[in-house]
């Protein structure tokens, strides 16, 4: 079994067709297909307002200038993550506190949270929490919103990974005082590049769709700027991808569902790993398939043995807090957050993708199965 890849996008003639839609029309940007595409993902996380931006990253940019966060300002987030969620800060000149996460879901651990806002040298710099729902699993939001309640902070949602997933009924994105979605294509659907910014607040929002714009106003007077804005817009195009996504996504989140039920059904007895932990009250929408291997068990040769047998493999996801640039920017060191650099050394994404077939899925735990024999 060859060309198994790591994620895929599911293409199809709906989405050509959208795309050809825009095509035939003038209007290549700005117009109907995106607007259509921000009323659908308003719905999907049931919020007032969605801004299409360019890259889920963008999105993160927008919502921390948007708050008004900047230098001198510290904001709490986790250093197991995507390195856009730490990322946003720096743009803004603001420093990332980070906090350790949970072992299983890898979430922000909101232990963590409290001791950092009563005890953390620069406690009293801390404006907000951004919290992310890792690998599609909601972080524990009812009790950050207690702790912002309780300090006064901002709540940014990181969403890219969660599109779908539920936690008490209330859909990802819909947390704190904005969120987004991210459109990568291994993302669980895909605009090729873009994202969106998610609120229920009207000055946000407006706050969003002028940054996105080059800091034009409400007029939308083509050469008026009121402010330091940027070219984070979506295409129509880009948009099209994603309305006819949309149209599809139960029909997506239901694949991808299936396949991580018959990756867990397999592994969940195997003795040198653990299946993606799912707790508390949720719908998890799958983004990747992450194993975490048990203690001592070499994970360059678990990478090597798969590799080998046509199966490629990531390691998922490594510590932001060790990345050279921010060790050497902020003084981290190894050791500073056990949990997550434990969880960083020890995480694996499997190949996941809507299209693969339950024979894949036996291919690939046949081969983890016939590991379990050398690694006991
Ligand atoms: C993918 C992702 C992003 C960024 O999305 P892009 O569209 O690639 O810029 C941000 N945060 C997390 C946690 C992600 O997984």
């Not at 929490?129 to 939001?141: E, K, M, S, T, Y």
């Not at 993708?353 to 024979?359: G, L, P, Y």
Request: with cysteine.
């Amino acid at each position: 079994m060859t060309n198994l890849p790591l994620a895929a996008p599911d293409i199809t003639d709906r989405e050509r067709e959208l795309v050809m839609q825009v095509l035939n029309t003038p209007i290549l940007s700005g117009g109907p297909m995106v607007q259509r595409f921000e009323e659908m993902a308003a719905s999907v996380a049931g919020r007032k307002h969605a801004v299409a931006v360019s890259s889920g990253t963008a999105g993160l940019h927008v919502i921390v200038r948007a708050l008004g966060l900047g230098a001198g300002d510290s904001v709490i987030t986790t250093p197991y993550s995507f390195i856009a969620s730490s990322n946003c800060l720096l743009y803004e000149g603001v420093d990332p506190l980070f906090v350790d996460i949970e072992p299983d879901t890898f979430n922000i651990d909101p232990d963590q949270v409290e001791l950092a806002l009563d005890f953390h040298p620069k406690r009293h710099r801390i404006k907000g929490i951004l919290a992310v729902d890792i690998f599609g699993h909601p972080a524990r939001w009812d009790r950050l919103e207690a702790i912002v309640q309780e300090h006064g902070l901002r709540l940014i949602e990181d969403s890219a990974e969660s599109l779908g997933s539920r936690l008490d009924g209330r859909p990802c994105g819909a947390f704190g005082d904005a969120a987004i979605f991210a459109f990568y294509p291994n993302k669980q659907i895909t605009t090729g590049e873009g994202g969106v910014v998610l609120t229920d607040s009207d000055d946000l929002a407006e706050m969003a769709r002028s940054l996105r714009n080059q800091g034009r106003g409400p007029s939308n007077e083509w050469l008026e700027h009121v402010r330091l804005g940027y070219n984070y817009r979506l295409s129509e195009l880009h948009a099209a991808l994603g309305v006819a996504q949309l149209e599809r996504l139960a029909e997506l989140l239901g694949k991808r569902a299936q396949v991580a039920r018959w990756y867990t059904q397999r592994l969940k007895d195997l003795p040198f790993l653990t299946p993606p932990t799912v707790y508390g009250n949720v719908d998890v929408s799958w983004f990747v398939y992450v194993v975490r291997l048990k203690d001592g068990i070499d994970r360059r040769l678990v990478m090597q043995h798969l590799q080998a047998k046509g199966i490629p493999t990531r390691p998922y996801f490594p510590a932001i807090h060790l990345m050279p640039f921010y060790a050497e920017r902020f003084g981290f060191k190894a050791g500073d957050f056990p949990v997550t650099e434990a969880a960083a050394s020890a995480t694996l994404a499997l190949p996941f993708h809507n299209n693969m077939t339950e024979d894949q899925v036996h291919y690939v735990c046949d081969q983890l199965q016939s590991l379990s024999e050398t690694l006991g």
